[in-house]
């Protein structure tokens, strides 16, 4: 089984500042996809970013961008501009080719961005 | 559309009692699943199935069980609820796109139960 995990379970970030979330994965597959998830208190999931681990392209979605280290099987998060908005869970999930759609959820980092 | 849609969105059991969490789509997802959430622990991948009539255990079935009868509805029953099943369960769908692998995850907006 894969597993995620998140080495930091709350951090806190000045708004406009830019503050970066870890996430490690362990896996033998060769090829699987690794998306950060965003959960405000409203509980509903939101799909930040999305990598594919056959890219070596790091994704990048206008404030958030990743940094993939495949050899070091290191996903990490980076928000630049930290707004208010951006307080919320976030977790770290894995996804192997062929699963059902079957996501590995990391236990997650609660982030507060402070004025 | 109305999206993934859960009921109910609270609900209290006592101990022994069975019970349907009901989890609808309407965008004619191939793939649907169910998590639950419980603090300090992410999600954990309970069942999932890939069509109608094909289901499969995640992480931690113990206690659930699911059928997949048509495209649109994939419930999760509690056979005999148990205070170690309180938890916020969410259910998830998506569908594969050409020849992708991969495609974006529509969660539901959870359901909350306490089992007493």
């Known amino acids: 089984a894969q597993t995620v995990t998140q080495s930091q379970p709350e951090m806190s970030v000045q708004e406009a500042e830019t503050v970066t979330l870890s996430c490690t994965y362990d896996?033998?597959?060769?090829?699987?996809?690794l998306f950060w998830y965003k959960q405000p208190p409203s509980r509903q999931m939101i799909l930040v970013i999305r990598?594919?681990?056959?890219?070596?392209q790091n994704a990048t979605e206008n404030r958030f961008s990743v940094n993939f280290q495949k050899a070091a099987k290191s996903f990490s998060l980076k928000i630049s501009d930290s707004q208010l908005g951006d307080t919320a869970m976030y977790f770290c999930?894995?996804?192997?080719?062929?699963?059902?759609?079957?996501?590995?959820f990391g236990k997650g980092t609660s982030l507060l961005v402070t004025p | 559309n109305a999206g993934v849609t859960q009921t109910p969105k609270f609900q209290v059991l006592k101990t022994g009692q069975s019970m349907t969490l009901q989890c609808a789509q309407d965008?004619?997802?191939?793939?649907m699943s169910w998590y639950r959430q419980d603090p300090g622990m992410g999600l954990r991948l309970i069942h999932y199935?890939?069509?109608?009539?094909?289901?499969d255990q995640g992480e931690v079935p113990n206690g659930y069980n699911v059928s997949r009868s048509t495209t649109e509805d994939f419930p999760l029953r509690l056979l005999s609820a148990a205070p170690s099943q309180t938890s916020v369960y969410f259910c998830?769908?998506?569908?594969?796109?050409?020849?992708?692998?991969?495609?974006?995850?529509?969660f539901g907006p959870g359901t909350r139960l306490t089992v007493l």
């Open positions: 999930a894995f996804m192997k080719e062929n699963s059902g759609y079957a996501l590995n």
């Open positions: 990598q594919e681990a056959y890219k070596q």
């Open positions: 965008m004619n997802h191939e793939y």
């Open positions: 199935s890939v069509g109608a009539g094909i289901t």
């Open positions: 998830a769908s998506s569908y594969r796109l050409g020849l992708a692998d991969y495609n974006e995850q529509f």
């Open positions: 896996t033998s597959e060769s090829n699987y996809y």
